[in-house]
């Protein structure tokens, strides 16, 4: 079993920036690919950047490249999310989440964290 905690969201201006941060515990982690994907008002919950734990091979959809960045760190099994540049069609629930194989197949999800950007 993983459990994750997700912290960091809040209100920010368009053109400003968030850290996101996921506090993993449980199980080995080192097999699970870590990521955040987010859902919209109105909209799917959609992939947004991932990261394999046990290495440092990251992905981003489109829409975030060049603005967000997925980074972890090791000693506090956390993984985290630094979002810059923040566009209003950024506003969504963000959650974290884990998954041993596919990004369509998620094992364990956390509860999830509002960011709201105000244009």
């Known amino acids: 079993q993983v459990q994750l905690v997700e912290s960091g969201g809040g209100l920010v201006q368009a053109g400003g920036s968030l850290r996101l941060s996921c506090a993993a515990s449980?199980?080995?982690?080192?097999?699970?690919?870590m990521g955040w994907f987010r859902q919209g008002p109105g909209k799917e919950r959609e992939f947004v950047a991932g990261?394999?734990?046990?290495?440092?091979?990251?992905d981003y959809a489109d829409s975030v490249k060049g603005r967000f960045t997925i980074s972890r760190e090791y000693a506090k099994n956390t993984v985290y999310l630094q979002m810059n540049s923040l566009k209003h069609e950024d506003t969504a629930a963000y959650y974290c989440?884990?998954?041993?194989?596919?990004?369509?197949?998620?094992?364990?999800w956390g509860q999830g964290t509002q960011v709201t950007v105000s244009s």
């Open positions: 989440a884990a998954w041993s194989s596919r990004r369509d197949s998620v094992d364990y």
């Open positions: 449980g199980r080995t982690l080192t097999r699970y690919v």
């Open positions: 990261i394999r734990w046990g290495g440092a091979v990251t």
